[in-house]
Structure formats: C-alpha cells, structure tokens
C-alpha cells in the first residue's frame, strides 16, 4: 500500500536551515503532485508548498516564499522540503502528501499522507 515517510525535522534556531525528506512507496510518484502541510498546535493544518509530477512548477504559501524550497527526486522516489531563514512560527508538525488531482493547495485534495515530523524552531 502506499506509504510516505518524512524525515529531518528536529529542533532549529531561528534563522537557521533545516531540510526534510519523505520516501515514497507503494505507489508510482512521478504519476502524482506532492505537497507539503503543517500543523502548528491547536491550529488548522496549512498548506505550505507544493511541486507538480515533472518537477518544473512549484507553489508556496506567502508565509514560506523566497525562505522554503521544495524539490523531488522522481528516480529516488523522495521529495524535499529546504527550509531556510527559519522563524519560531515555522513551528509545526510537517507533513508530506500526494496527490492525484491539479488542486495542490487544498489538503482535502490529496490522497496519501505521511505520520508528520516535528520542526520546532527557538527563537
């Protein structure tokens, strides 16, 4: 069945970097958009990037743009997330997702989902 895997969460100062992983399996990824989502406690999860299947167009929620960059690895099956200039709101649980359809930006389009890794960054 499918499975996303994310890893490289932990714990970041602010205006440090961290990059997170997720490892796809069970499914053919280079067939699906992926996107990143987080959830901050006692908040909404949001949407925070997204990439289409071929890799040549990427979309970021204003909170994240010119500081988070997302890319995959279609060969390795893996996506990524580089998170630069991180701020103490960028504190959340990440999640991976993919998805089938064209709307990227909405989490109830997607289909599969990671269990989500803590980023927690101090001010």
């Known amino acids: 069945q499918a499975q996303l895997v994310e890893s490289g969460g932990g714990l970041a100062q602010a205006g440090g970097s961290l990059r997170l992983s997720c490892e796809a399996s069970g499914f053919t990824f280079s067939n699906y958009a992926m996107g990143w989502f987080r959830q901050a406690s006692g908040k909404e999860r949001e949407f925070v990037a997204a990439?289409?299947?071929?890799?040549?167009?990427?979309y970021y929620a204003d909170s994240v743009k010119g500081r988070f960059t997302i890319s995959r690895d279609n060969p390795k099956n893996t996506l990524y997330l580089q998170m630069n200039s991180l701020k103490p709101e960028d504190t959340a649980v990440y999640y991976c997702?993919?998805?089938?359809?064209?709307?990227?930006?909405?989490?109830?389009?997607?289909?599969?989902w990671g269990q989500g890794t803590q980023v927690t960054v101090s001010s």
């Open positions: 990439i289409i299947r071929g890799g040549g167009s990427a």
């Open positions: 997702a993919a998805n089938a359809g064209w709307a990227v930006r909405r989490s109830y389009e997607y289909d599969y």
